[in-house]
Each structure stands twice: as structure tokens, then as C-alpha cells.
């Protein structure tokens, strides 16, 4: 029997019965003809060829009847939902912390670098078409000149906290989806989320952003804005806000202290190597990149530990999550100018490690088996 789904946007609980199909211009539309499906002549031939491999590719003629169409699936309320949703596993990723926190310059980098591979030949990812319009009216001035992006409160209507779903494919096989939420930080009550930001109360995996004003780290430069500088008792509100809001002791927790380039050398000392960036797709292997994150995410705890400001903040998301790993981040590796409000010289490091951390953490992949990291 199918599983059921739920819908990232409204939070219906989704089943097969309830699935509408319509094209891309909002008519009414047939379902699809499975795109795996092939005739009895491909099926008698692989089995006499013993090669299995051709009758679990994507038919062509099917994939183009359906995106000539624009044909895709909704829920029951009208929001696009994958076309194998009840096939294959999803995880809602919320992205939570105060404003100005760096949650959407991170998101926009988190996507651009799978974009750009970072993950082969483990896994590619690729946007549906609606996500690539979210993408490009968010991120768009972002991606060409280096502009900070409008914060998420700014937009008007769903555009700043629609899910951005990536579909991860090994070879021509869909593997899971991953919808991504950015929140709004300045609506931080549990009324707030319940009504704007209800992403939480169903995500598998929260991404914490803590930035070094919280935690009253020394900076490296002053050319943080004003409206950079985040206080202690804002970013603690947030954290048992969204304990509060979602269901913590079934997800994952990833603590990211955000714009690590821009904390002293000193303030860090043996942390330094941590926001060196990990080769991911060259010569080193993906277990092995896992355990650096482990034991980088050990050292990171322990830094926050030893910190008047990060003791409880740990504790906190220790006792509430089922699983926790620590991240130093810099999704650009500068400030922004605040003159031009852009970055000049993107150098991102470390905007993987929360994401793979998670996916280790809640069994959607395997670093144990090498190549063959998808259960």
C-alpha cells in the first residue's frame, strides 16, 4: 500500500485518493502514464539479456508527454506535491533563527552549490519547475551580482516561505526530496508559527542559526551593519520557540554557527581547520567526509560549552532533539559592503556539512557503503 503524505505547505495528510492532476496552465489533467513503464518486448529482453538496467530508466516518450503539459500533482487544497511523493522518501528541512541571522544568504548557497555537483557522483539534485521560479525571483540578483537578498518578511503573499523542493537522484533514480523553508525571524511567537510558519510542526531536520554577536564572539572586521548585530535573548527565544512549535524528539537538530569567517582566529584556536571547506566530490570519499564533520561537530560543541552564552543554548537543544551536530559556516566567506549591500568575492565554506550531517543522521544515506550510500 502507498504511505501517505504530507503536504509541507497546508500540513493535509495526503493520500493517493486525494491527489488532483492538473497542467501547468490550472486545467484539469489525467494522470500521467508512468514514466518507468515499458513494453513487453524491453521487459522479455532484459530478462533474456539478464541486464535489468534499461527497464528502470525513465521512458523518454512519457517524460515528454507529461512536461509538454506541464502536468503535475497537487493536494487536495491545490499545492504542488511531488509526481512519486508516495514512492519515494521526503524530509521537510526548516531554516530557523532571527532576523538577519544569515538563514537566506545560506539557503540561496546551499542551493547553488548542488546546483554546481558538490555531492557527485553520490547524489545529484534537481528543482521541479515551480521551486526554479521561487528560486530565481529570491536568489536571482543574489546568483548575478552578488546582492544581499531580501529578507524573508519582505516578500508578499507565499514567496519568501514556500518550500524549495530538491528531488536527489543517484543515476536515473529519484531517491528522496528535500523541501526547504526559510522562516520569517521577526515572527518568533508560537501564534506566529502557527500561522505563517507551520513547516515546523511537521520538519524532520532544523537548521538552528546562531550567529558569533549572540554568543559575543570577537569579530575579525567591523564591517557588520547594524541590523547584523543579533542579541542572546533573541536567538534563546527562537530556539524553544520552534522546540515548542514542531516535534523535536523525532527530527534532527543542526546547530550552524553562522558567518564564521567573521570570528577572530583567536577566539577559536584548535577550531580553525573547521571552516576549511571539504572537497567533497574529489579524492575525498564520503565516509571520510562524514567523520570530519563528526569530529569537527565534537569540537564545535565543546567550544559552545565552554561560552557563557552557548552552555544553555546546547543543553537545550540536546534534551529536546533526537539527534544534534554542531557546524561552523560561512555561506560567503566575507561580509557583505555596506555601501553596495553585496558580496563582492563569494568563497562559501562549509554550506554542505548541515545538510549531510542531517541526511547521515536520519538514515537517508549511508556513508558506510561507499559509492552505494542510498538505502
Not at 112 to 141: M, N, T
Not at 180 to 197: K, L, P, Y
Not at 342 to 349: A, G
Request: with cysteine; net charge negative; charged share 25%.
Amino acid at each position: 500500500m502507498a504511505r501517505t503524505y504530507f503536504c509541507p505547505r497546508c500540513l493535509d495528510t495526503v493520500g493517493v485518493e486525494h491527489v488532483l492532476y492538473r497542467t501547468r496552465n490550472g486545467e484539469p489533467a489525467d494522470k500521467p502514464r508512468e514514466e518507468y513503464d515499458r513494453g513487453f518486448r524491453e521487459w522479455v529482453q532484459a530478462v533474456w539479456q539478464g541486464d535489468p538496467e534499461p527497464i528502470h530508466r525513465i521512458h523518454p516518450q512519457r517524460r515528454a508527454e507529461r512536461d509538454h503539459h506541464g502536468i503535475h500533482a497537487q493536494c487536495g487544497r491545490g499545492h504542488r506535491i511531488p509526481l512519486r511523493a508516495f514512492d519515494v522518501p521526503s524530509m521537510v528541512v526548516g531554516l530557523v533563527g532571527e532576523p538577519s541571522s544569515g538563514k537566506t544568504v545560506y539557503l540561496g548557497t546551499l542551493l547553488e552549490q548542488l546546483d554546481r555537483g558538490r555531492l557527485l557522483p553520490y547524489l545529484d539534485f534537481h528543482l521541479d519547475e515551480r521551486s526554479q521560479k521561487i528560486r530565481a525571483e529570491v536568489f536571482h540578483d543574489f546568483y548575478t551580482s552578488g546582492a544581499v537578498p531580501f529578507p524573508t518578511s519582505a516578500y508578499q503573499g507565499d514567496a519568501g516561505r514556500e518550500a524549495i523542493t530538491e528531488t536527489a537522484v543517484a543515476g536515473d533514480t529519484e531517491k528522496f526530496y528535500l523541501s526547504f523553508f526559510d522562516a520569517s525571524g521577526e515572527q518568533n511567537s508560537v501564534e506566529d508559527q502557527g500561522r505563517t510558519n507551520k513547516f515546523l510542526y511537521i520538519s524532520d531536520v532544523v537548521m538552528h542559526f546562531i550567529t558569533p554577536e549572540a554568543l559575543t564572539l570577537p569579530r575579525r572586521s567591523l564591517n557588520r551593519r547594524d541590523d547584523q548585530r543579533q542579541a542572546w535573548f533573541m536567538t534563546n527565544q527562537w530556539i524553544q520557540t520552534a522546540i515548542r512549535s514542531g516535534e523535536p524528539k523525532r527530527a534532527h537538530a543542526a546547530v550552524i554557527v553562522t558567518k564564521s569567517d567573521d570570528i577572530a582566529a583567536g577566539a577559536l584556536d584548535i577550531l580553525e581547520d573547521a571552516r576549511e571547506d571539504l572537497n567533497y566530490s574529489g579524492e575525498l570519499s564520503l565516509l571520510r567526509a562524514v567523520q570530519v564533520i563528526e569530529e569537527d561537530s565534537r569540537y564545535i560543541r565543546d567550544f559552545l560549552r565552554s561560552l557563557d552564552g552557548g552552555l544553555p543554548l546546547s543543553i537545550r537543544f540536546e534534551e529536546a532533539y533526537r539527534s544534534v551536530s554542531y557546524h561552523l559556516v560561512s555561506a560567503t566567506g566575507e561580509p557583505a559592503d555596506p555601501q553596495t549591500r553585496s558580496f563582492r568575492n563569494r568563497r562559501p565554506q562549509r554550506v554542505l556539512d548541515p545538510l549531510l550531517a542531517a541526511l547521515v543522521h536520519t538514515g537517508v544515506l549511508d556513508a558506510q557503503k561507499g559509492l552505494q550510500v542510498l538505502r
